[in-house]
Each structure stands twice: as C-alpha cells, then as structure tokens.
C-alpha cells in the first residue's frame, strides 16, 4: 500500500499531464497472510481468509484522491459488490473512472475451492456467490467497462503444494473466449455487447485507436467460431502455463485465426 501523501502527490502529476492511472486495489495490511475469501468457505476449510474490506478500502481511498485531483483513473480485476457501488456512485459524481473483471470472477465463486482445488487459488480472490452476483450486474449495467484474462502462467510445481503455500494466478489467455461466450449462453448479456467488452471496452479505456473494424483503423482482428468445442489440455494450450481449473473440460468457442496490424500472427 503506497502511503497517501505519496499516492496524492503521483495523481496530482499524472492529472497534470493527462495520464491515466491504473489501480488494482487491495490493502496490504488486510490481505498480506490471507490465500482466499474471508467467508464461510474458507473458515470450514481452515485457510486465512482475505476480506472484501481489503478491496473495498483501498478502493474508497483511490477514489478519494482521484475526486481531489481529477485524474483519470482505471481499477483492474475487482471482486466485490461493494467495489462496483463505489465506481458507479464516483461515475455519476462525474469522475473519469472505469473499471474491468477478470471472467474467472463472473463464473466462479469462492465455494468451488472446497476441494483445496490450487488451480483456484487467484489474487484477488474468488468472492461470495453474493459478489460474483453483483459483478455480474455491473458487467450489465456498463459500470464494469471490461473483461480481462488476468493471465497469470505459472510452472506446474507453483501449484504442486498445499493451497495456501502455492503461487496465485490463472493461465487465462486461451480460455477467455469460450468463457466469455458462457455469459451469453446465460443470457446474461448479447453477443455484441461480450465482444464490445472484449475488444472496444479495453481500447477505449487505454486511449487507443483499436477495437473496431471500421475504415483507417489498424487491423488488429481475431477471429472465431462460437460453436466449436475444445478441451482444455496439454495439446491444445500454447501457453507454457497450465494452471487452469478448466484442465480437461470441453470448451465452445475456439479462436481460429489472429490479425495484428493486418499481419496474420496465428492461425490453427
């Protein structure tokens, strides 16, 4: 946690300047020994528990320094209901926030760890039913302008330990589309409007010229199908990172060709 004087005195110079300040909020303090979710889940299971005031908190106070000085702001992977409240009342006080999720936080929740599952064990955490419910509502309502991958590769043996002792992290590039396309198939939000998430949402939070296919804008273009089905192993990953808790599940949605910069850069 960055002491607030400090905090104060780096958004009065990115104001100055026009930058844009990327936050991922969680306070230290509250969350340093902690490896999931402080709730029911991880009292039963024995793990110390992270609270959603550990977000929340830190959320307050960037947001605070955020309306004094009037910078523009962004905060990354957020896992509370209450974190969402707080963006969309800065919003309609006028303040140039946004903010993303990763989809692991729209699917799942801190009750699938039960089985001291590793591959789960994510910062921040996986929250209350109650949370990913609140979330899920942001993502409808645009208070949540993004969906990441929060893709985090690691080495198998980063996971091969006890639950609290392994490195947190998802490998999520390669399954972000086959679980974005689930928030469709729950009619949860349109086709256009994932994509929008996946593509526009993100350009338009970094300042960028992208994320559309409309004329003289660069070709940076992926290309899918919505109905073919894959499953989640050791050959159909390219990423040296395997640490998914989707290994082994049969996927809809597969990526089938890459353009960056109208240069093809993958294709199956």
């Avoid at 969350?31 to 929340?56: F, N, V, W, Y």
């Avoid at 990423?239 to 998914?244: A, C, L, P, Q």
Wanted: aromatic letters at 4%; charged letters at 20%.
């Amino acid at each position: 946690m960055v002491d607030s004087l400090a905090l104060l005195r780096c958004l009065e110079y990115a104001a100055t300047f026009d930058l844009l300040v990327i936050f991922q909020a969680q306070d230290a303090g509250l969350s340093r020994k902690g490896c999931m979710h402080d709730g029911a889940s991880s009292a039963r299971m024995g793990l110390e528990g992270i609270p959603e005031a550990a977000e929340t908190i830190e959320v307050s106070r960037c947001l605070l320094l955020i309306e004094q000085t009037g910078v523009r702001a962004h905060f990354g992977q957020l896992s509370c209901e209450r974190s969402i409240q707080l963006i969309d009342a800065a919003r309609k006080r006028g303040l140039q926030v946004t903010a993303d999720v990763a989809i692991h936080h729209l699917l799942l929740c801190d009750e699938d760890v039960n089985g001291f599952d590793s591959s789960l064990h994510v910062q921040p955490p996986l929250r209350s039913p109650l949370d990913r419910a609140g979330l899920r509502q942001g993502l409808v309502t645009d208070t949540l302008s993004a969906i990441c991958s929060d893709h985090q590769p690691l080495d198998v043996i980063a996971k091969q330990a006890p639950f609290s002792e392994t490195e947190p992290g998802i490998s999520g590039l390669e399954t972000l589309l086959p679980l974005s396309l689930k928030l469709v198939e729950q009619k949860l939000i349109e086709l256009p409007q994932l994509i929008e998430k996946l593509t526009l949402g993100p350009a338009k939070i970094l300042g960028l010229d992208s994320g559309t296919l409309q004329s003289g804008v660069q070709a940076d273009v992926c290309i899918f199908d919505p109905e073919a089905t894959w499953t989640v192993n050791d050959q159909s990953l390219l990423s040296m990172g395997k640490n998914t808790p989707y290994y082994g599940h049969t996927l809809k949605g597969r990526v089938d060709c890459t353009l960056l910069g109208g240069r093809i850069v993958f294709k199956r």
